[in-house]
């Protein structure tokens, strides 16, 4: 049987280890289950987490094999390759597909039941991939999709307005990439559009909408060029879209998911805004885009479409 407070996570390099402690740390996992290809990597962390347990009481955390998933309601796959300083998402694409083949069969046979939640990059398409690749129903397979990208574009409109983020209603969609894009004609700050209005003293013009996307397209890259890595931020991601599927929430969020029809658009994993809960992705919603959102999705799908040729899954 499944126990929702059993959490694997597949990859315990920087952004695994970051979800690990965003789950350790609010609680939201009973039983975390480490896998990485490199054991002792594993065992270290799950050691080091172990030791925190008398400030946040009784968590088990362990390093394990494919074997020990089968009590897992919800499995992480944050393992791969990161992107290095310069080098975009989509450059990972052929290097982690083939680690990908791998981790589907190993899930597939000893946790054939578990919700998968794909990190690791370029997401849409390793979301797609794992579909093609996992034998569970596609609903069952999601991607964080651009919920970093919109967490980004909410903390600087907020800092922007001077307000707080979460009164910030603003949604990126789209890839996981270069060709995201902001949905303006929908975006407010506490029900007050953004486009054509002052907010508190303050406006937010074409050119000020315009900075703002790119400093949200180039975010990865700048934290990367930094530090080498991006983990912290997608951790509380993930931390909050387990919550949201454990606790069967049905909130609407911008993840990864299978397009067969909504927006016009077929057999393509991108991000548009899906009711989630303990079945994974559900139905999408139906967002009333301007036409130059409508572009910018389909440009995003084109995009994306380019690779899933290239992929060879058939
Ligand atoms: N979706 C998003 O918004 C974000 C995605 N990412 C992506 O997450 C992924 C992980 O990034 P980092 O943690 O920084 O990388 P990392 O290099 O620190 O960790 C990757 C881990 O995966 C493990 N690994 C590699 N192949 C494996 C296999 N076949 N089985 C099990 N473990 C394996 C490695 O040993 C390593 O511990 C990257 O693809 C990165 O681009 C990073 C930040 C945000
Ligand atoms: C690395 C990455 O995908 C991000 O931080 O957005």
Redesign the pocket.
């Given at each position: 049987m499944l126990h929702p407070h059993t959490i694997g996570i597949?990859?315990?390099?920087?952004?695994?280890?970051a979800t690990a402690y965003a789950l350790f740390q609010q609680r939201i996992a009973n039983e975390l289950i480490l896998?990485?290809?490199?054991r002792a990597?594993a065992e270290g962390e799950a050691m080091d987490l172990m030791h925190a347990q008398g400030y946040v009481g009784r968590r088990r955390v362990r390093a394990g094999d494919y074997s020990d998933l089968a009590r897992a309601q919800i499995v992480i796959v944050?393992?791969?390759?990161?992107?290095r300083p310069g080098e975009s998402?989509l450059e990972?694409l052929q290097r982690?597909v083939a680690?990908f083949h791998?981790?589907a069969e190993q899930l597939d046979r000893h946790a054939p039941e578990a919700l998968l939640l794909i990190?690791?990059?370029p997401?849409d398409l390793l979301t797609y991939a794992m579909e093609q690749l996992s034998s569970r129903p596609r609903h069952r397979v999601i991607?964080?999709g651009t919920?970093?990208d919109t967490t980004r574009l909410r903390t600087l409109l907020a800092e922007h307005f001077q307000v707080d983020p979460r009164s910030v209603h603003a949604l990126i969609l789209g890839e996981?990439g270069d060709s995201e894009f902001a949905v303006w004609s929908q975006a407010n700050i506490g029900g007050t559009p953004i486009r054509g209005h002052t907010i508190l003293g303050k406006r937010c013009d074409r050119s000020c909408r315009d900075a703002l996307l790119a400093q949200v397209r180039g975010a990865?890259g700048a934290i990367i060029e930094c530090k080498g890595?991006?983990?912290w931020a997608?951790g509380l991601?993930i931390a909050h879209l387990v919550r949201t599927i454990q606790e069967d929430q049905g909130s609407v969020l911008p993840i990864t998911s299978r397009l067969d029809g909504a927006y016009g658009l077929h057999d393509i994993c991108l991000s548009i805004p899906v009711r989630v809960g303990i079945e994974g992705a559900g139905a999408p919603l139906p967002l009333p885009l301007d036409d130059e959102e409508r572009a910018a999705l389909a440009h995003s799908a084109e995009v994306l479409r380019g690779f899933i040729e290239g992929l060879g899954l058939g």
């Open positions: 597949v990859g315990t390099g920087q952004v695994g280890m896998i990485d290809r490199d990597r944050t393992a791969g390759v990161a992107q998402r990972l982690n680690v791998e981790i990190a690791s990059n997401v991607g964080t919920m970093l996981h990865a890595y991006t983990n997608i991601v």
